[in-house]
């Protein structure tokens, strides 16, 4: 179609009368502009006074054409946004919606930053116009960018969110400013008592976008409070938004669980206040808005529910969440008034980095602390009896041992540790799960922290006689029957478990042995002989190669030398007591 043609068709429109087709034909028009370079022109028709009839009828069919200049920000970049930004002042603003909340659902994966970043300053320009009736189209706007904002990565180290590859940093400051006038609007109108029910909607739209922030991207962000990096910036508007749209923040975390309008999802409600819990406790986010008349035990005890669900997910970034949230929330908590708390202690030694299996032990130690004797005991009892992993029970049993040795200092002394309550205890550290079929490698970290522990109760015990004096009789007497017991749960025991090693001993070679015999004769490798059924540190023994297999066997029977060597010192040990009292 040349000018003439062009200029006829525009004529014929400013008469009136449109036609359906021609709706499409306005849309190949601007699009035929754009594609050679007359962007200019466009523009100049469209802020032409005498064709706004025609832009106010026609003029959404060009916002896909224009926003795909700008996204790919050609030469004609800046007349493209100006024509962008004339349509959103000039268009009905329902049908400029429908066709951003389009452009938006519609983005290229490879274009979403860029698109989010084009498109919502005027997205933000078409529902300030929508006035009292703005509550829902936000809605939608603000649920479709967070939709498409939440498939970007999140930036993992700080190299990462600088270079902020795929924009999701820049999408979070332009977010934050497409949500301010909304926010400025609701203060506002609070300020002046107005309190409608479609200022209470808007209210529930910022909430829901708040909320669903929370979640992605900040849930999974690496972030720290001495580096005002872009996430951190968002999730501070994020916090300051709650308050200001009366969302008090005690009552999010501790009393008012999200209505299903909210969040749909209740896990996802629970993520989100997790992340907030957090902000607030760990990196201190807007810490000075939160009311100081709350315990410390009553913060620990609402934030277990957090602590748990970020310890339950398996990226790093919510694993140390919930550590040091935990760790926080420990901090002011007085000795002796902690409540009981549940926690997956699996987490600490299933953690795929050294570092967070540290943190883990870090955070879990300093929970024990805070116990006094009684609680201690309780818990290391409830802990051998129903952790059912190695690392966790050897850990407590360690742990044990530090109670033990803290009992016999001075002024210590308590019945929990060092008296008739230490050896039910006792006999729970001393206890083979399966008997004598227990594998020796799996059970390995409880096994050696047991015989340690053993081995120390023994020298403890005859320094602690030696010290008493016959002529305290009662004391000397309490001595002879904790004594008693504890004989009769260490022979059980070295019993049990001699006999297993000798087991777990006479397999291992076995199977070594028949190993050395495969690779010496070079069979074919679809008929090597593999280890069956051993689990080292929770890996099959049989997926490894014939030579770490090698190592594997051989350093199983290394162990099981150590454990008999030290049954063989605590037998000489109770030897050497036995004839002090003869």
Not at 304 to 317: A, D, G, P, V, W
Not at 476 to 487: G, P, Q, R, T
Not at 549 to 556: F, K, M, P, R
């Amino acid at each position: 179609m040349n000018v003439a043609q062009v200029n006829d068709v525009i004529q014929r429109w400013v008469k009136g009368g449109l036609k359906s087709d021609d709706y499409q034909q306005f849309k190949n028009i601007g699009s035929a502009c754009l594609a050679q370079g007359e962007s200019a022109q466009l523009l100049q028709f469209l802020q032409d006074e005498r064709n706004q009839g025609l832009v106010k009828s026609m003029g959404c069919g060009l916002l896909a054409p224009l926003a795909s200049e700008v996204i790919r920000k050609e030469k004609s970049l800046n007349h493209c946004q100006a024509a962008i930004a004339h349509l959103t002042k000039t268009c009905n603003p329902k049908e400029l919606l429908h066709g951003f909340l389009q452009l938006i659902e519609d983005i290229d994966p490879g274009a979403i930053a860029d698109t989010i970043i084009a498109l919502a300053p005027h997205l933000q320009t078409v529902l300030l116009r929508m006035e009292e009736e703005k509550a829902a189209p936000l809605g939608m706007a603000l649920s479709a960018l967070q939709k498409q904002m939440s498939r970007l990565p999140v930036p993992y180290t700080q190299q990462q969110e600088a270079a902020d590859e795929f924009g999701l940093c820049r999408c979070c400051t332009a977010l934050a400013a497409f949500m301010e006038p909304f926010v400025e609007e609701v203060k506002r109108k609070d300020g002046n008592g107005d309190n409608t029910a479609a200022d209470k909607e808007l209210k529930t739209e910022l909430l829901k976008f708040c909320m669903r922030c929370l979640r992605e991207p900040l849930l999974q962000a690496q972030l720290d409070r001495g580096r005002k990096s872009p996430l951190w910036v968002f999730a501070t508007e994020i916090l300051v938004t709650l308050p200001a749209i009366q969302e008090p923040l005690p009552d999010l975390l501790f009393y008012k669980p999200l209505k299903k309008s909210i969040l749909i999802d209740n896990h996802q409600s629970t993520e989100s206040r997790a992340c907030l819990a957090y902000l607030i406790f760990v990196q201190l986010i807007t810490i000075e808005r939160f009311p100081a008349i709350f315990s410390p035990v009553f913060v620990l005890q609402c934030n277990m529910e957090y602590i748990n669900i970020l310890l339950s997910r398996k990226n790093e970034s919510c694993l140390l969440k919930g550590l040091a949230l935990f760790s926080k929330s420990l901090e002011n908590v007085q000795d002796n008034s902690l409540p009981v708390a549940l926690l997956e202690l699996r987490t600490f030694y299933s953690a795929p980095q050294v570092n967070q299996r540290e943190t883990g032990l870090q955070v879990f130690q300093l929970f024990i602390n805070k116990l006094d004797a009684e609680a201690k005991h309780k818990f290391f009892r409830c802990m051998l009896k129903t952790s059912n992993h190695s690392g966790v029970e050897g850990y407590i049993v360690k742990n044990i041992k530090n109670q033990v040795e803290f009992s016999t200092k001075p002024g210590n002394r308590n019945e929990w540790f060092l008296g008739v309550e230490f050896p039910p205890l006792l006999g729970l550290a001393l206890c083979l799960p399966q008997g004598a079929e227990t594998d020796l490698l799996h059970s390995m970290d409880r096994i050696m922290e047991s015989l340690n522990l053993l081995r120390y109760v023994l020298l403890r015990d005859k320094e602690l006689r030696s010290s008493v004096s016959h002529s305290n009789s009662t004391l000397f007497s309490h001595i002879l029957d904790v004594w008693a017991e504890l004989c009769r749960i260490k022979d059980k025991y070295l019993k049990t478990l001699r006999v297993c090693i000798s087991m777990s001993r006479s397999y291992y070679s076995s199977e070594l042995k028949a190993l050395w015999e495969d690779q010496k004769q070079k069979a074919r490798a679809s008929s090597t002989r593999l280890v069956k059924s051993i689990t080292v540190k929770h890996e099959k023994v049989s997926n490894m190669s014939p030579e770490v297999q090698h190592q594997v066997l051989q350093s199983a029977l290394v162990t099981f030398d150590l454990m008999e060597s030290l049954i063989v010192r605590i037998e000489e040990i109770t030897e050497e007591k036995e004839g002090t009292q003869d």
